[in-house]
């Protein structure tokens, strides 16, 4: 990390959000030098024509998949920590998104508090989880067995189970992500046979069921 004044490079499509999170950021760290990105695309572009010592990154902006955005961000500035901020609960992406190369998790719904906690550890190149986070994290040494059938998915098929769930085609998801229907329909059929389900009705009550969309 460099020295200060640190640089932040905020991602989030929400105005409000972005600006909420600059103005507690600069009572904290006041000599901060920022930048706002309200896309993928736009901090991709940030990351590429700067130098960063954090990346706050909304894991759920429009387009891209997020995990896609966080890896690129990663190889665009690997001095940077990326700490994501999700409205998603920590079961569902918090150790997808670490293992992406994440330096920390933190749910929107969280004090501010909770917050400051995570940059500040994450700039001093630690890791940030939550209490219960690593609660859930230690869970994991249990039997592999014993965890949701949709937490042994890639990361890829936990992508299309959600776009699958939430009504897209398999053409439209093909669109999306860049692959042939074949491809899309190869995942799904893994996913069928992996989640021991019969077709995209019963993926459509499995996501509801387990939290996965939203």
Do not use: C
């Amino acid at each position: 990390m460099s020295a200060d004044p640190y640089r932040f490079l905020i991602a989030d499509d929400h105005a409000v959000v972005r600006r909420g999170l600059r103005e507690m950021l600069h009572e904290e760290f006041p000599d901060a030098a920022f930048a706002e990105a309200s896309t993928a695309q736009q901090a991709l572009e940030y990351a590429w024509k700067d130098a960063w010592d954090l990346v706050v990154l909304d894991i759920s902006m429009p387009g891209r998949s997020g995990l896609d955005v966080l890896r690129d961000l990663k190889a665009a500035s690997p001095g940077a920590a990326i700490l994501v901020q999700s409205m998603h609960t920590e079961d569902q992406f918090a150790l997808r998104v670490l293992k992406a190369g994440a330096a920390g998790y933190i749910t929107k719904d969280s004090m501010p508090d909770d917050l400051l906690r995570a940059v500040k550890t994450v700039l001093q190149g630690r890791r940030y989880v939550s209490v219960s986070l690593a609660e859930k994290l230690a869970g994991f040494m249990a039997e592999d067995a014993a965890r949701p059938a949709h937490e042994r998915l890639s990361d890829r098929e936990f992508q299309v189970l959600r776009m699958l769930a939430a009504g897209r085609t398999v053409k439209d998801i093909g669109a999306d992500l860049s692959l042939s229907v074949k491809t899309v329909s190869t995942y799904r059929t893994r996913i069928l046979e992996k989640l021991s389900l019969q077709n995209n009705l019963d993926l459509a009550h499995y996501a509801e069921r387990e939290g996965l969309l939203g």
